[in-house]
């Protein structure tokens, strides 16, 4: 059968008009689809800055200091520290990391915790922050900071790290806690 007989051009034209109504329920479809979540985003995008307005940039000293306080003794106590038994006293149970294009959670921070304490050689890890925000949003504390690391062997200075990283703090039953952390490596110039 060729294309200019009946039939081909018959069961051409079907296929064309299949196309076309599949097209054009595709494309209501599609819009449908966008004006629902238009819709959605409008009425969510609403209840967040109402409840944005009433909340944002009311952070007491005593929170400030909280949030402080859980950033600097997590890394002394746990990075430095390697005391995978204090993960507790600040990560919520479902904690999470990105750290440098890694998901890591309570479980893989112990496991780096245990493989480091494996080298007897472990130099000393000394932290020091500065925080760009610490803003609260609800009843949530986000935090944002640069972390710098000095690791020593005896009194010698045998690496410096350099990381940017936010975290988000919350309360919970025990007290506050860091519910997820992120963590971009900073290249440091060396000496």
Same mark, same amino acid.
């Given at each position: 059968?060729?294309?200019?007989?009946?039939?081909?051009?018959?069961?051409?034209?079907?296929?064309?008009?299949?196309?076309?109504?599949?097209?054009?329920?595709?494309? $209501? @479809?599609?819009?449908?689809?966008?004006?629902?979540?238009?819709?959605?985003? /409008?009425?969510?995008?609403?209840?967040?800055?109402?409840?944005?307005e009433q909340s944002i940039n009311t952070?007491?000293?005593?929170?400030?200091?909280?949030?402080? @306080?859980?950033? *600097?003794?997590?890394? @002394?106590?746990?990075?430095?520290?390697?005391?995978?038994?204090m993960i507790l006293d600040y990560h919520?149970?479902?904690? $999470? *990391?990105?750290?440098?294009?890694?998901?890591?959670?309570?479980?893989?921070?112990?496991?780096?915790?245990?493989? #480091?304490?494996?080298?007897?050689?472990?130099?000393?890890?000394?932290?020091?922050?500065? $925080? /760009?925000?610490?803003?609260?949003?609800?009843?949530?504390?986000?935090?944002?900071?640069?972390?710098?690391?000095?690791? $020593?062997?005896?009194?010698?200075?045998?690496? #410096?790290?350099?990381?940017?990283?936010?975290?988000? *703090?919350?309360?919970?039953?025990?007290?506050?806690?860091?519910?997820?952390? /992120?963590?971009?490596?900073?290249?440091?110039?060396?000496?």
């Amino acid at each position: 059968m060729s294309i200019t007989s009946p039939k081909g051009i018959f069961g051409i034209a079907s296929f064309l008009i299949l196309c076309l109504i599949g097209t054009l329920y595709y494309a $209501y @479809d599609k819009t449908t689809a966008y004006d629902k979540l238009e819709q959605s985003y /409008h009425k969510v995008q609403k209840e967040v800055n109402s409840t944005t307005e009433q909340s944002i940039n009311t952070i007491t000293a005593e929170e400030t200091q909280i949030a402080k @306080d859980l950033i *600097i003794g997590s890394f @002394d106590d746990l990075w430095g520290g390697m005391d995978f038994t204090m993960i507790l006293d600040y990560h919520t149970e479902d904690y $999470y *990391i990105l750290e440098h294009g890694e998901i890591w959670d309570n479980a893989r921070v112990k496991q780096f915790m245990l493989d #480091q304490l494996k080298n007897k050689n472990l130099p000393r890890r000394v932290n020091r922050m500065e $925080y /760009h925000t610490i803003e609260k949003f609800g009843n949530a504390i986000n935090v944002a900071y640069d972390n710098y690391g000095n690791f $020593y062997n005896g009194d010698s200075l045998v690496y #410096q790290g350099h990381w940017l990283e936010s975290a988000l *703090i919350i309360p919970t039953e025990a007290g506050w806690r860091i519910r997820s952390m /992120h963590s971009t490596r900073i290249p440091v110039e060396k000496k």
